[in-house]
C-alpha cells in the first residue's frame, strides 16, 4: 500500500518562500515520477510541477522561475521549494506518484499566501 504523507504548508506573506515536503512509502521506487497539483477554491486542479527518477523536471508557466521540484530518491521524498509567493499561488497543494497503472495522492497540504 503507497501512502503520501505531505507537509511543509501554512500562510505566507507575499513575496515570501516557502517549502513543501512529501514523503512516499510502501514500495515506491526511484523509478516513480512524482510531482504536485494544486486546487484553488473554484479552480480546477493543476500540475504545478513534476520530475521523473532521472531528474528531469516540468513546470506550469505560472510558476517557472519561481518554484523547483527536486527529490531525495533514498529517502523517497518530492520537495517543492516555492518562491516570490503571490496571492494566485493560494491552494491546496497535493503531492502525487505514478505507480504503473495508477496515481497516489497525498492528503493535501494548504498553502495561503497573504498579507
Known amino acids: 500500500q503507497v501512502q503520501l504523507v505531505e507537509s511543509g504548508g501554512g500562510l505566507v506573506q507575499p513575496g515570501g518562500p516557502l517549502r513543501l515536503s512529501c514523503a512516499a512509502s510502501?514500495?515506491?521506487?526511484?523509478?516513480?515520477?512524482m510531482g504536485w497539483y494544486r486546487q484553488a477554491p473554484g479552480k480546477q486542479r493543476e500540475l504545478v510541477a513534476r520530475i521523473t527518477s532521472g531528474g528531469s523536471t516540468n513546470y506550469a508557466d505560472s510558476v517557472k522561475g519561481r518554484f523547483t521540484i527536486s527529490r531525495d530518491n533514498a529517502k523517497n521524498t518530492v520537495y517543492l521549494q516555492m518562491n516570490s509567493l503571490n496571492p494566485e499561488d493560494t491552494a491546496v497543494y497535493y503531492c502525487?506518484?505514478?505507480?504503473?497503472?495508477?496515481?497516489?495522492w497525498g492528503q493535501g497540504t494548504q498553502v495561503t499566501v497573504s498579507s
Open positions: 502525487y506518484v505514478f505507480k504503473s497503472p495508477r496515481y497516489y
Open positions: 510502501g514500495s515506491i521506487f526511484s523509478t516513480n515520477p
